[in-house]
């Protein structure tokens, strides 16, 4: 295809999918998220760009995949090394991995046929890059400041993500039903049967959107190692760990809270009972 085509059939493929219900954002609407939306734009130029240059070669969007990962894993290495270069490097491989991130989807749907198999490796890539940036900045922060509280602090927030009991109850329910965790999971946060406590409201919010570190915080945090770097000294970088830290926290309980007062497998066992009968 040409650079043109491509771009353009870039630009029209990722309009229909920010403005699906999973992410409900117009890349056009500048008012509401002008920086959202010049972010947009350049990792579909740079990804348009890179998947020209590479889609008459054996590079496949599963190698692609593989490299987010990398790359992810590479930049908190880099971060967690006490060394002003490899800080700034490991800051611009975090901030222009996303252009990786959507290379391997518009390269498949370029060249291949995209596959469920490429879709749960992009989403694994994501994984190992908020694994690997919290990391790599907790480790930062104890660089520089020499406080071994950052890292006692960077093993709680792993070890309570690891410890998610609602990902493991999603995970046994579907390998029992035989249905996939995704779906599993969107039944279980869109529930049809709404409840009037505002406290069981705000955690669903928060596990629905929970470790999801979302570009513009992560960009933010970036920036501000740029200047605490050029400051020699922490500023406001470690009020956002302890934000990280505190809902991780929340998190965890309030997975436990609404796993016990949700009626999932209440409606999973009538579902059964009802089969059972017909």
């Known amino acids: 295809m040409k650079y043109q085509d491509i771009r353009k059939f870039s630009y029209k493929t ?31 130029e740079l990804a348009s760009l890179i998947v020209y240059l590479i889609q008459n070669t054996n590079i496949k969007p599963n190698h692609i995949s593989y490299l987010y990962a990398i ?49 749960a490796l992009d989403s694994w890539g994501g994984l190992v890059g908020e694994y690997s940036f919290i990391i790599g900045f907790g480790l930062y922060l104890f660089n520089m400041t020499q406080n071994l509280n950052f890292i ?5 927030i792993v070890f309570l993500k690891t410890l998610n009991l609602k990902n493991y109850i999603l995970l046994y329910i579907g390998s029992k039903k035989q249905q996939s ?17 505002n406290i069981i409201d705000f955690v669903k919010n928060l596990i629905k959107n929970g470790y999801n570190y979302q570009a513009k915080t992560v960009d933010l945090i970036l920036l501000i190692m740029l200047i605490e770097l050029n400051q020699g000294r922490v500023i406001f970088s470690n009020y956002f760990f302890y934000i990280f ?10 997975a436990i ?22």
Request: charged share 25%; with cysteine.
């Open 14 to 44: 990722e309009k229909k999918v920010l403005k699906s219900e999973q992410h409900n954002f117009d890349m056009n609407n500048w008012l509401h998220s002008p920086y959202t939306c010049l972010k947009v734009r350049l990792y579909i």
């Open 71 to 119: 790359a992810g894993i590479v930049g908190g290495i880099f971060l967690s090394i006490n060394n002003y270069y490899f800080i700034i490097v490991g800051i611009l491989i975090i901030f222009f991995k996303v252009v990786i991130d959507g290379s391997d989807g518009l390269l498949a749907r370029v060249k291949y046929k995209p596959s469920n198999f490429g879709a």
């Open 152 to 156: 006692y602090l960077t093993l709680l």
């Open 181 to 197: 965790s995704a779906y599993i999971s969107k039944k279980f946060l869109r529930k049809k049967r709404q409840t009037s406590n």
């Open 245 to 254: 830290v505190l809902r991780g926290l929340i998190i965890f309980l309030g």
């Open 257 to 278: 809270l609404l796993i016990k007062k949700d009626d999932f497998f209440t409606d999973s066992a009538n579902k059964n009972t009802r089969y059972k009968k017909k």
